[in-house]
């Protein structure tokens, strides 16, 4: 049996359709269902958690034994969002934990787990995509060699992965250009642009020698959020160049089509 969301309006025209997962249970022949008290009813040896986002209950806990495959290197990042609270970290390595599920918010003991270095470039897209191989890998490995016991998670170095909300996007561009670039990478970053919502959606670090190539870009006394030319913004201690935005109201775009359309030179982001 599957269980995952309820079906729910997407796309153009609002139609109802099932999740990606429920789509591809009833390809497969699996029985769907979208309340978890149909576990109730199940004689199985197991139950495989992933991303589900719900409460389960002692109940159910009591009823199966479950594993749940977790994207961070526990007890590290429990909680909702552990992809993105990585790389707002600045995290040089996270993983993938198959863990006991307990009554606690990821406070099951660990099977096995695997680890991946992070880079200043990927996107949390990008993370989440090798987070699922890799742990699709090592979920499969363990359950074809046996789980064996789960070691007892440390108490030492807990931290927690709360979800983000629109606040935890908006660029605020007095921050160092590294933190700046964090928020861009983890999807969803904005900021305002002539008093209307302005999406950053990949940006990147600008080069030494176009700094040095004009005096008026090293000056501290250039307000954060300062357009210069080519999309440059100034950050807080340096700054950074836009390579695709999205204005409200229109379509993705290059930073560049977007400058040469609006011509912000000299205006600030964020006013």
């Not at 497969?28 to 199940?42: F, H, I, K, N, R």
């Not at 201690?237 to 204005?247: A, F, G, M, N, T």
């Amino acid at each position: 049996m599957v269980v995952t969301a309820a079906d729910t309006r997407r796309g153009r025209g609002s139609a109802v359709t099932p999740s990606p997962v429920k789509a591809v249970a009833m390809e497969l022949g699996l029985t769907v269902s979208e309340d978890p008290q149909d576990v109730l009813s199940l004689d199985a040896d197991l139950g495989v958690v992933v991303a589900y986002g719900r409460i389960i209950s002692s109940q159910l806990l009591d009823h199966l034994n479950m594993v749940n495959l977790h994207f961070s290197l526990l007890p590290r990042w429990r909680g909702a969002a552990p992809v993105e609270r990585a790389i707002l970290a600045g995290d040089a390595q996270t993983g993938v934990c198959v863990m006991e599920v307990a009554e606690g918010l990821d406070t099951g003991g660990i099977y096995a787990q695997a680890e991946i270095d992070l880079d200043d470039r990927v996107t949390a897209a990008e993370l989440r995509d090798q987070l699922v191989s890799l742990g699709s890998d090592l979920l499969l490995d363990q359950l074809h060699q046996g789980l064996g016991e789960a070691i007892p998670q440390s108490e030492v170095g807990v931290t927690y992965a709360h979800k983000l909300h629109a606040p935890d996007a908006q660029l605020l561009w007095d921050s160092p250009s590294e933190l700046l670039l964090r928020r861009i990478r983890v999807g969803g970053a904005w900021t305002s642009f002539r008093q209307k919502r302005f999406k950053v959606l990949s940006a990147q670090t600008v080069q030494v020698d176009v700094l040095e190539g004009d005096p008026s870009m090293r000056s501290a006394q250039v307000a954060p959020g300062t357009l210069a030319a080519a999309g440059l913004v100034r950050t807080g201690d340096s700054w950074i160049e836009l390579l695709r935005v999205q204005p409200e109201g229109k379509a993705a775009m290059s930073a560049s089509d977007w400058a040469n359309g609006a011509r912000p030179g000299g205006e600030v982001l964020g006013e």
